[in-house]
Structures are given as structure tokens and as C-alpha cells.
């Protein structure tokens, strides 16, 4: 039955070796997994976010792209006959940027078959824009069609493409402020640019601007107006785009001061009947001059979230190395714990169950251990008693360090960390039948003291002070200093009579407190208090009350105490 027993319990401390070893292997699996699936999903939104971007990007360059043309297409329709070649090379130019970004849009994206439809809708405007390289402005109902066949071009764009993207976003939605504000953007300079589409033919032909055009001017003033509104409430990008806001004001004032006060001027001449103070060419070229500042806008603000979303992409998978590489380390360090422990701690915890087991069976104790043995069983006591005095170090200095990190050195009272930690949780206790008193007091004229006597004097003043209050505090009271000269108090109380005695009690005592200076000078001191209460409510907005307070009290002539019913 000995042997039995014997063999019974060696094996029950080697099952709960490998039951042990086991756990924290199956727990150190589930904390690797945990970390890595955090790392991973914050890489992975990250990277989307930089290929979202990039691609939404493509989307509004070409959106800049076809108004930029269009703006060409206008000057190329009002322009005279000696500046139509300069005219025409401009918009040729302006049409291959729009092509070559067009072919770069990715596809899933824009297909194949919405990349032909766009390039559909866009040739049969071209070629009637086209129709004015040679002839110059004649008849005015054929001009419009020209320029409203290229806003119709881009209106396809825009609703077939914005639409794609639109349900691409909804994928990956940790984007969308920065990506709807780059729309903005885009449809800005898009809006800003039919503006200027609504003149041109009246102020070519010289006849009066349309109700129809002056109605759809006051729509696109309005549109704007909205989208400036939009990109003013900036998101976190405006933390990595500190001079973006002083750039867009800019683009405004620009844009307001060159195009819209003169479409405003030509209304204005239009309904009056006055002539036009600007021919169409010189229309075309100004106002398209006023929306020169956009691009640089738009690529300012791409560039600028394209990089931060590069940067943090880089950080998330510098991240994510980190924690490949500690989890590996720590996956191994834990293996050679275990291994450790088993060779170094169980094994002669075993061997000495067997020489215990051995000794109650009445064998030799030196047929149970040799030299090896109790060598080893002499190092385990010995490693077990140091491992017991490390761990009482480690609490005594963790239980120091502590104190230190909640006291404040000079008064031993707590500081403002500690004090309003506690100080908010005996908040939480009160109750409109209990509830919470909050003190705060101040040192009259303190700066006169250090002053006149220095910095030394100044501070046994406060260790008498941090003195006379804990030797009047009660158990459960919070006593801190706030800093410098300010000190608080905060405990439970039912009526504010208890507060009024306790309050005068310790300004009392204050009054009586005899100091001397350097040279034996006597001199006392007083104090004013603000005091407050309240439950169910921030200790900030206690503090707010009581500083009220006593600043009134200050204000009233020191030494006094106010604040109380």
C-alpha cells in the first residue's frame, strides 16, 4: 500500500506538471492570438485606408481634370480668331491630362464599360467644342450647346463614378471624414467653375443674362456657400494639417474678390441694362484665372492625408512587427521557465516526496540521498528563501513608491493626483442626506512672506499648516494640497452646522499659530476659505464652486469664510 501511495502521489505531481505546462501553453496561444489579431486588424485598416485614398484620389483628379477642360473649352469658344491656336493647344493639353488620369482609375472602380460610356459622353462634347478652333462665335444657341454638353459629360462622371464610390466607402467607413471632405473639395471647384458657364454666351452675344441663368447662379452661390461650411469642420486631419485652414480661407477670399464680385457686376449691368464692362474672352480668362488657387487646394489636402495615412500605416505595421517579435521572445522565455521549474524546482520537490515517503517506511536516510540530492535539495531551500526576500523587497519598495507618488514631499498631505482621486471617489458615497463638503483654503499675503523672510520660512508655514489640519481632520476626510499656498478638504456631512464649527475650528487655530523669521521676527498668519457642497456631480465642478468661493472671500477682505448657507 506504500508503494502504491508512494507511486500515486509522484504521478499526481507529474500530472499537474503537464496540466500546468499545458494551461500556459493554451494561455499564452490565446494572449499571442489576441495581440497579433489586434495588430493585424489595425495594419489591415490602415492599408486599406492608404489604397482607398489612393484610389478615391484617381476619382477626384479626373473630376478636376474635366472642369479644368471644361474652363479651356469656354476660353476656346469666346476666343477671337488670332487666339484660337493658343486656345486650342491649351485645351488639347488639359484633354490628355484628363485622359491619361482617366486610364489610371483602377477598376474596380471604374470598368471597362464606364470607362467607354464616360469616354462616350465625352467625344460627341469635345467635337462640338472642336467646331470653334476655326470659326469664331456666331450663333450663340450652337455655343451653348457646346458648353452644355461638356457640363453634361461631367455630370455623367460624376453620377456614375460617385456612385461606385460611395458603396466602395461603406467597406472600410474609418476614412470617410477625410474622404467626403476631398469630395467637397472637388465638387467645389466643380461648382465654382458653373458659375461662370451661366455668363459666358450672354456676355459674348451682349444680350441680357437669362432668369433661367440667374436662377441657376443664386442655386450654385448657395451649393458653395454649403461646401465652404463643409470643409470648415475639419476632422483629426486638421492636427496634421496645421496651415490648411489659412490656405482655404485664402482660395475664398481670392475667388470672391476676382469672380464672384464680377459675375455680381455683370448681373447688376445685365438688369440694368448698362454694357457689359468685359468682353466674353476676357470673361473666360479672369474668372478662370480666380479659380487657379483650387488645384493647389485640392493637392494640399490630398497630399497632405495621403501622408498621414502612409505614416500610419508604416507605424501600424512597425506595430505589428513589435509584436511578432516580443510574442516570439516571450513564447520562448516561457518554454525555458517551464523547462526550469521542471529540472530545477519539481524535480527535487519529487525526489524529496520520495526521501519524505522513504523516511516514514523506516528506510536509511542514506540509501535515499546521496551528495547529488541533497545538493540539490539544499539549492531549491536556498532559492526559495531569497526568492521569499526578494518578494518582500519588491513590496516594501512598491508600497514606498507608491506613498511617494500620493504625497506631496514638503507637507505629507496628498497631492492634487491622490487628492482627486479619493476626493472623487467619497463623491460618489454622498447623498442629498449625507452629502459631500468640499474646503478649500488659502494663505493670506503668502508671496509677502517669502518675500520678506524667503522661501524657507515660507515652507515651515506650510508644514504648520499641513500640521493643524490633519491634527483637526476626522477619519474618512481627504486633505491635500493643491498647490503652493492652496489647500482642500472634502468629507460627508448632513448639515452644514457641522461644517460652520469645523470650518471656524481650524481657522482659529490658524489665527493662533506664531511663526519667526530668520532673525527671530515674530509674525501669525490667516487664511480665507472657500467651501461647497454637493452629490451626484463632478469633483471638477466642485473645485469650480469652492475656487468661487474663496476668490470671494479674497475679494471681501481675507480671513474670512464664504461659500457657507
Known amino acids: 500500500m506504500k508503494k502504491l501511495k508512494k507511486a500515486s502521489s509522484s504521478a499526481n505531481v507529474l500530472r499537474y506538471l503537464w496540466g500546468s505546462t499545458a494551461a500556459t501553453l493554451i494561455l499564452t496561444s490565446i494572449l499571442s492570438w ?48 488670332e487666339k484660337k491656336a493658343q486656345a486650342g493647344a491649351s485645351l488639347d493639353n488639359s484633354r490628355q491630362i484628363t485622359d491619361r488620369d482617366l486610364a489610371k482609375i483602377p477598376a474596380d472602380l471604374l470598368s471597362p464599360a464606364l470607362l467607354r460610356s464616360t469616354i462616350e459622353q465625352l467625344k460627341p462634347a469635345r467635337n462640338k467644342v472642336d467646331q470653334f478652333r476655326e470659326v469664331t462665335l456666331s450663333d450663340p444657341v450652337v455655343a451653348q450647346r457646346a458648353i452644355d454638353s461638356m457640363v453634361a459629360a461631367t455630370d455623367f462622371y460624376h453620377e456614375a463614378l460617385f456612385r461606385r464610390t460611395s458603396e466602395f466607402l461603406l467597406l472600410e467607413p474609418s476614412a470617410l471624414g477625410p474622404i467626403l471632405r476631398a469630395q467637397a473639395l472637388g465638387e467645389l471647384r466643380d461648382a465654382t467653375g458653373r458659375l461662370g458657364a451661366q455668363l459666358i454666351i450672354p456676355v459674348a452675344t451682349h444680350t441680357p443674362i437669362p432668369l433661367g441663368n440667374i436662377e441657376a447662379l443664386s442655386r450654385g452661390k448657395e451649393r458653395i456657400a454649403v461646401l465652404w461650411w463643409l470643409l470648415r469642420t475639419q476632422g483629426a486631419e486638421a492636427h496634421y494639417l496645421p496651415g490648411f485652414m489659412q ?3 485664402s482660395t475664398r ?7 464672384v464680385a464680377m459675375i455680381d457686376s455683370l448681373v447688376i449691368e445685365s438688369e440694368s441694362g448698362q454694357p457689359y464692362s468685359v468682353d466674353a474672352a476676357n470673361f473666360a480668362l479672369r474668372y478662370h484665372a480666380s479659380l487657379g488657387s483650387f488645384n493647389e487646394l485640392l493637392d494640399t489636402y490630398l497630399a497632405g492625408v495621403k501622408k498621414h495615412y502612409v505614416y500610419t500605416e508604416q507605424q501600424a505595421l512597425l506595430h505589428l ?14 518554454m525555458g521557465l517551464i523547462f526550469y521549474v521542471r529540472s530545477r524546482v519539481l524535480r527535487p520537490i519529487l525526489r524529496l516526496n520520495e526521501i519524505a515517503t522513504g523516511i516514514i517506511a523506516g528506510k536509511q536516510q542514506d540509501t535515499l540521498m546521496n551528495d547529488s540530492t541533497a545538493e540539490e535539495v539544499q539549492e531549491l531551500f536556498s532559492s526559495l528563501g531569497t526568492l521569499g526576500d526578494k518578494l518582500r523587497e519588491q513590496t516594501r519598495l512598491s508600497k514606498t513608491l507608491q506613498r511617494q507618488s ?8 496628498l497631492n492634487r493626483r491622490a487628492f482627486d482621486a479619493l476626493g472623487g471617489n467619497l463623491l460618489k458615497l454622498a447623498s442629498p442626506q449625507q452629502p459631500a463638503w468640499l474646503i478649500m483654503m488659502d494663505v493670506d499675503h503668502f508671496k509677502s512672506i517669502n518675500d520678506t523672510w524667503g522661501h524657507p520660512t515660507g515652507d515651515k508655514v506650510l508644514v504648520q499648516l499641513a500640521t493643524t489640519l490633519k491634527k483637526f481632520s476626522r477619519p474618512g476626510d481627504v486633505i491635500g494640497r493643491l498647490g503652493g499656498e492652496e489647500f482642500a478638504m472634502i468629507f460627508c456631512s448632513p448639515g452644514h452646522e457641522d461644517v460652520t464649527g469645523y470650518t471656524t475650528r481650524i481657522q482659529n487655530e490658524i489665527r493662533r499659530l506664531r511663526f519667526e523669521g530668520p532673525k527671530g521676527e515674530p509674525f501669525s498668519i490667516t487664511a480665507s476659505f472657500g467651501v461647497a457642497s454637493g452629490w451626484q456631480q463632478e469633483l471638477s465642478d466642485m473645485l469650480a464652486q469652492a475656487d468661487a468661493a474663496l476668490y470671494e472671500a479674497k475679494n471681501s477682505g481675507r480671513d474670512r469664510v464664504c461659500g457657507l448657507p
Not at 481634370?65 to 474652363?71: G, K, N, Q
Not at 512587427?321 to 516561457?334: E, G
Open 253 to 259: 477670399d481670392q475667388f470672391e474678390k476676382q469672380g
Open 247 to 249: 490656405q482655404l480661407e
Open 34 to 81: 489576441w495581440l497579433l489579431s489586434g495588430s493585424w486588424a489595425a495594419w489591415h485598416s490602415a492599408r486599406n485606408n492608404v489604397i482607398q485614398f489612393d484610389n478615391f484620389y484617381q476619382v477626384l483628379l479626373v473630376s478636376n481634370d474635366l472642369a479644368s477642360e471644361r474652363a479651356y473649352a469656354n476660353e476656346l469658344v469666346l476666343s477671337p480668331q
Open 406 to 413: 500620493e504625497e506631496d514631499p514638503l507637507t505629507n498631505l
Open 321 to 334: 512587427m513589435m509584436v511578432v517579435v516580443i510574442l516570439i521572445v516571450l513564447n520562448l522565455l516561457a
